[in-house]
């Protein structure tokens, strides 16, 4: 039986007016995103798929279209419920790590966990990330993959139902990047947070339970895979 839908959207178009040019940067998109799942959202620069997490997480809105997160529209909440909404039920990743260089890893993730309805102990978000020996250490001590490991840890310490994670492995070398993917695959595997990582790196897209592929503002292809390549296999 398939499971739950966290995420659905329909006929999502994004259009930015940039002066005198309006850029398209989603055109009538349908998505979904099932409870517990790990998608790979594949594309290059300028393909929609920053924009189209974005409108997921509540950061943006569509021009156009729908989306719910189960059964909350969010297209039509006002700031204050987006706020409650990205406060109590997502996760976000970025590139760059968002660390303040004064606080100490356990400190920057407590930053989360104190506005949290049900927050994970900031220590035990970075034991499952890998980073119990630097609980204490502040960012300048850190490499950028642990820094990377302490974004996902702030990230997931608030147990959000969806972790959306945008380039993760963007600023890191291939090992790096592979500590960062487990420390993910992790946080799937046993929390069962569904997981959605957006990256240009067509090289990570095996992971994933399903591989969602888009150009030019559009899905190019939906695709489940069948076997999930092992982080270790994974290079580029």
């Known amino acids: 039986m398939e499971s739950p839908t966290i995420f659905r959207a329909e006929g999502l178009t994004k259009i930015y ?3 005198e040019v309006q850029v398209v940067a989603l055109r009538d998109v349908d998505f979904t995103l099932l409870e517990g799942e790990l998608l790979v959202l594949l594309g290059a620069s300028g393909s929609g798929k920053s924009t189209l997490l974005n ?11 729908s989306v719910w ?30 660390l303040i260089p004064s606080l100490t890893a356990r400190e920057n993730v407590a930053l989360v966990t104190e506005i949290a309805e049900d927050p994970m ?18 960012p300048a001590q850190l490499s950028g993959g642990e820094q990377q490991r302490v974004a996902i840890a702030r990230a997931v310490a608030k147990r959000p139902q969806v972790l959306l994670c945008d380039e993760p492995t963007g600023a890191l070398d ?14 799937n595997n046993e929390l069962g947070t569904a997981i959605a990582v957006i990256t240009h790196n067509a090289a990570i897209a095996g992971m ?23 982080i270790d296999e994974i290079t580029w």
């Open 17 to 19: 007016d940039m002066g």
């Open 55 to 65: 409108i997921l997480g509540g950061l943006d809105s569509p021009t156009e279209g």
């Open 174 to 187: 291939l090992e790096t990047g592979r500590i960062v993917l487990r420390a993910l695959e992790r946080v």
């Open 69 to 98: 997160y189960r059964d909350q529209k969010l297209n039509t909440d006002n700031e204050d419920e987006l706020t409650e909404y990205r406060r109590h039920h997502v996760g976000f990743v970025f590139q760059f790590y968002n």
């Open 121 to 138: 102990p900031p220590a035990e978000a970075l034991e499952l990330v890998g980073l119990k020996e630097r609980i204490d250490h502040f």
């Open 208 to 230: 994933g339970d399903r591989i969602v592929r888009m150009s030019s503002g559009r899905i190019a292809s939906d695709e489940r895979n069948p076997h999930r390549t092992h």
